[in-house]
């Protein structure tokens, strides 16, 4: 069974005859360790329109920027096809292999694209006045870029800029906003569900210069995020202890991870990674067949073969809990 995007748990369990419950599933980069929500929904006021500005302040103060510095989706894919919307340019450069659905709104709105292969040759020629997207860390390899160079490269080309850092929060890396004030083309993209562990909170932000920001509120809803993902958000935010222990919990169940692939007899390459997935290229056996292998163990893994540059010797598997790695453990020692 080839999972085009990962997490989609329910038709795994139809396709094998189970219950979702009993689905290990590691395809999906979801954070697995949870905050603590303190807030009654039953007793939420939904009667009222809601109101942003503690949503916006909130953010503000996660990211350390100033509230009209921000712009609010109905979650990063979103976000994503409004950008490309909105900014109305003509070409862009895709950075891949990366998220598809920047391929699918580029072509949605009519751009011309251009592929950099960065595991190969970041420094490529671009465009001028090109759009240029950059996943950082990257999907599905988790690598994350020291990007001044390519900074100065497509600043000089006079690009219009998107940095995806849906997955820093994982890592204790440095964000690109310390170019915001230097450089008006400049956009950062932000999920706020996958580090904080809710897909289906449906919430994501675009950073940049109060100008950019002002010009994407034009062409927004008055009302488009729901007072549960709000106040979800929020509450989650005010979890002091969350970030620590999820980038302490992620690194002891990542080198968990890695030790087992490292011992896998059809392990070719481990990529390194500061996020909370790995990508592995396998010899000897597809990503599908490998797929197939897991599923009496009732175990999804993320088959990489669609990804650009990537094929089917690739696949992506997500740190979860030890109890879940130790299934996969056994699962794995089980194939022949």
């Known amino acids: 069974m080839n999972n085009k995007h990962g997490g989609n748990i329910s038709a795994f369990a139809k396709h094998i005859n189970c219950q979702p419950s009993e689905v290990i599933d590691l395809s999906s980069n979801i954070n697995f360790v949870k905050p603590k929500i303190e807030i009654d929904f039953n007793n939420l006021d939904i009667s009222a329109y809601p109101n942003y500005e503690a949503l916006y302040s909130a953010i503000a103060k996660?990211?350390?920027?100033?509230?009209?510095?921000?712009?609010?989706?109905?979650?990063?894919?979103?976000?994503?096809?409004?950008?490309?919307?909105?900014?109305?340019?003509?070409?862009?450069?895709?950075?891949?292999?990366?998220?598809?659905?920047?391929?699918?709104?580029?072509?949605?709105?009519?751009?011309?694209?251009?592929?950099?292969?960065?595991?190969?040759?970041?420094?490529?020629?671009?465009?001028e006045n090109s759009l240029v997207v950059f996943v950082n860390p990257s999907t599905p390899d988790g690598h994350f870029y020291d990007i001044e160079k390519l900074m100065q490269q497509w600043i000089q080309k006079s690009c219009t800029i998107l940095i995806d850092e849906s997955f820093l929060d994982f890592t204790n890396h440095i964000s690109a906003l310390k170019f915001l004030k230097s450089y008006s083309k400049l956009y950062i993209l932000k999920s706020m569900t996958k580090f904080y562990?809710?897909?289906?909170?449906?919430?994501?932000?675009?950073?940049?210069?109060?100008?950019?920001?002002?010009?994407?509120?034009?062409?927004?809803?008055?009302?488009?995020?729901?007072?549960?993902?709000?106040?979800?958000l929020q509450s989650a935010l005010k979890d002091t202890t969350f970030e620590q222990k999820t980038k302490e919990i992620?690194?002891?169940?990542?080198?968990?991870?890695?030790?087992?692939?490292?011992?896998?007899?059809?392990?070719?390459?481990?990529?390194?990674?500061s996020c909370n997935f790995i990508l592995v290229k396998l010899q000897g056996l597809s990503a599908e067949a490998f797929q197939e292998k897991l599923l009496s163990s009732k175990i999804m893994v993320r088959n990489c073969a669609n990804f650009h540059f990537l094929n089917s010797a690739y696949v992506r598997i997500a740190v979860k809990s030890k109890k879940n790695l130790q299934l996969l453990e056994k699962a794995l020692f089980q194939i022949k």
């Open 62 to 127: 996660l990211y350390k920027v100033e509230n009209y510095e921000i712009e609010l989706y109905n979650g990063a894919t979103t976000a994503i096809y409004a950008l490309f919307r909105t900014l109305n340019l003509h070409h862009c450069t895709l950075y891949a292999p990366l998220y598809g659905e920047y391929e699918k709104s580029a072509k949605a709105s009519n751009y011309t694209i251009h592929y950099v292969n960065r595991l190969e040759n970041c420094y490529e020629e671009v465009k």
């Open 197 to 232: 562990a809710a897909a289906g909170i449906r919430i994501g932000a675009v950073l940049s210069s109060k100008t950019n920001i002002e010009t994407l509120k034009k062409h927004e809803p008055l009302w488009k995020i729901s007072e549960f993902d709000s106040h979800y």
């Open 250 to 273: 992620i690194a002891e169940n990542k080198e968990y991870l890695i030790i087992l692939f490292q011992q896998f007899k059809y392990t070719e390459t481990i990529y390194p990674s």
